[in-house]
């Protein structure tokens, strides 16, 4: 029998280093450039981005009720219109800044939170003035007020030299259009008899043009504004718009590709005017239409519903505890309820949107 050799400490240490060293390059997807930092993220926006501000206003855009957060940390709903967390919590997880991004109107909220970033969006929102007053939501415009009240805030806390570091160098989100086009437009008809469709997207991008310069005035230099989705392929535009098949509905899509040219043509002509600012288009049209036509390929079942009650066209107070039907396997649904993706769906369209912003931010 062979002399048995016991391995030196030394020679034991060195695979657990290569385990460890290929356990966090595995982790660490998001590539950043040496010597940059993002220290916040925050948020403004509609539904896809909300965490809890439309819980205590009055308005029935909510959904601080179950089932939704029925996979969130303990199974709480909170105010995120998903079965679990939204992109902006995913964002600040990958960029190791913490693991949810609260709303910046949650009573619980401490001091800390403030210097990591808040979200200020509310569900039901949009570029379009009217779209909030329908919903009786927060608008953009006061989503401004907050953050203003925000900084004030912030500079008691860490001083007026590190308020200006934060803001020089976080991540701002804009998150909105959705509910311009599937609500105000096509749905309530508001302002379908004033603007066709080449009409309307240009209101809703001048809008966006005035809200962006506003951020801008106040300091935030790194933003980043995510385009409109194929909103006729969601599962309730299907069902109002897409007749007795449930087919995408295309005058939705045609409207949402418009809007996204000039939002992107917009943010381009950003770089020049304010040319210390990072302005960064973020397509996330084609990467979930790719998910909705190719749905197997990332480990889905169901496109076309939501895992929410019929899936038709339950969403918010339509999408509670009375909903019987609701799905047990979430993790088969691109959807969670007849408007928002499944936490699922956005932990796989997430990490590629936030290289292409941290790509244009740093490039």
Partial sequence: MGMIIFPSSSTLLLPRLLVFALFAAAKALIRMPENET?????????????????????TIIKCNFLPYGRDFDGGVPTG?????????????EELGIKDTVPAYLDPTLKPQDLVTGVTFASGGTGYDPITP?????????????????????????????????????????????SDDIANTYFFLRARKLQYDIPAYTDLMVNSAAEFIKELYGLGARRIGVLSTPPIGCVPSQRTLGGGIERECAED??????????????????????M????FV???????????????????????????????????????????????????????????????????????????????????
């Fill in 38 to 58: 993002i220290p916040a993220v925050i948020v403004f926006g509609d539904s896809i981005v909300d965490a809890g501000n439309n819980n205590d206003i009055r």
């Fill in 80 to 92: 995120r219109f998903c079965n679990g967390r939204i992109p902006s919590d995913l964002i600040a």
């Fill in 133 to 177: 007053k329908l919903a009786s939501v927060i608008s953009l415009g006061d989503q401004l007020n907050y953050f203003k009240e925000y900084i004030v805030k912030l500079k008691a806390i860490v001083g007026e030299d590190k308020t200006n570091f934060i803001l020089a160098k976080s991540m701002f989100l804009v998150v909105a259009g």
């Fill in 252 to 273: 939705y899509n045609v409207a949402a590709r418009l809007f996204n040219n000039k939002l992107s043509s917009l943010l381009n002509s950003f770089r020049t005017s």
């Fill in 275 to 278: 040319s210390d600012g990072r």
């Fill in 281 to 363: 288009y973020i397509d996330v049209y084609y990467p979930l239409l790719d998910l909705i036509q190719n749905p197997k390929k990332s480990g889905f079942e169901v496109a076309n519903k939501g895992c929410c009650g019929t899936g038709n066209i339950e969403v918010s107070v339509l999408c509670n505890q009375l909903s019987s039907s609701t799905c047990t396997d979430v993790d088969k649904y691109i959807f969670w309820d007849s408007f928002h993706p499944t936490e699922k769906a956005y932990k796989i369209l997430v990490p590629p949107l936030l290289q292409k912003i941290i790509n244009g931010f740093f490039s």
